[in-house]
């Protein structure tokens, strides 16, 4: 069997199939995970779905910003904008099955590979979440995306603010935070206070901001970590982290990694993609 992370799609569905083309994925041997951002803004994120839905348990997804904006848009929480291509989805046929499916998906996924765990999520982690803490937080938030109150906290998602984690949070103050440090974050302070206004490269921090993984002290810092989300980053392969979105969307690759006996056994895997959108 192997395993497989695979950096965000966003509704580029020939690319993806031939990237699964080019790892030789077999659903009978392998498992792939997709670490978020699965729709929109490229051509076909209904395709995306299906094939994902088709594949069951042998290829693993969660949720990213993107994925959640879908949500947003079908429940009338938020209005599509002129960037979005979320139709293929908004007026499909099966339109309730993709929908009901993808709020079924986390926010945060381990896999246990060799007596090593690899923690997955789409965009980034607080400074004092450990693993554990991650995995819980965001099954909060995937409690309430099956449950019935998801129109009422889709109204209530949006927003920047709490811009720290504390315990002490409840509600959707709570839901806000955690839903914002897994799809949403690139930099924070050293102190863990969020920020949602830069979307440079890590090597252009704001002053006073760190990339999140570079924050002092984190305490995922001892847990190999795959996430997505920051495609002006790009590719990043270091011992405890890797960063998987390369810009499919854009014009860019999409790319996976094979781990090999060991998750510090890496092959980085990846197809150019047709530019859906340019950026800006």
């Known amino acids: 069997m192997a395993l497989y992370c695979i950096g965000d799609i966003q509704g580029c569905d020939a690319a993806l199939g031939r990237l699964l083309d080019t790892i030789g994925f077999s659903a009978s041997r ?5 670490l978020g951002d699965l729709v929109n803004r490229g051509p076909d994120s209904a395709a995306v779905l299906r094939r994902c839905m088709r594949h069951g348990d042998t290829i693993r997804c969660l949720l990213g910003n ?17 960037r979005d291509t979320l139709g293929t989805v908004l007026e499909a046929p099966d339109r309730d099955a993709l929908l009901g499916w993808v709020r079924q998906q986390p926010l945060a996924r381990a896999h246990e590979h060799a007596g090593q765990t690899l923690l997955m999520v789409h965009a980034g982690v607080l400074p004092a979440w450990s ?11 995937h409690v ?3 449950s019935p109150g998801l129109p009422d906290f889709l109204q209530a998602m949006y927003g920047n603010t709490p811009d720290h984690w504390s315990d002490d949070l409840t509600g959707v103050d709570r839901l806000r935070v955690i839903v914002n440090a897994l799809t949403r974050l690139r930099f924070c302070s050293a102190d863990g206070v969020m920020d949602f206004e830069s979307t440079e490269s890590a090597s252009a921090a704001p002053p006073g901001l760190l990339p999140w993984f570079d924050v002092p002290g984190r305490s995922t810092a001892g847990t190999l970590m795959a996430f997505g989300h920051w495609s002006t980053l790009g590719w990043l392969n270091r011992s405890d982290l890797l960063g998987l979105d390369t810009g ?3 014009g860019g690759c999409l790319s996976a990694v094979r781990f090999g006996a060991t998750l510090a056994e890496r092959e980085l895997l990846q197809v150019h993609c047709e530019q859906a959108q340019a950026p800006g």
């Open 131 to 141: 693993a554990a803490d991650t995995l819980a937080y965001a099954d909060e938030v």
């Open 66 to 82: 993107h994925d959640l904006h879908l949500l947003a848009a079908a429940h009338g929480a938020r209005k599509p904008s002129r």
């Open 30 to 34: 392998d498992t792939v995970y997709l």
């Open 248 to 250: 499919c969307v854009w």
């Open 144 to 146: 309430v995306l099956r």
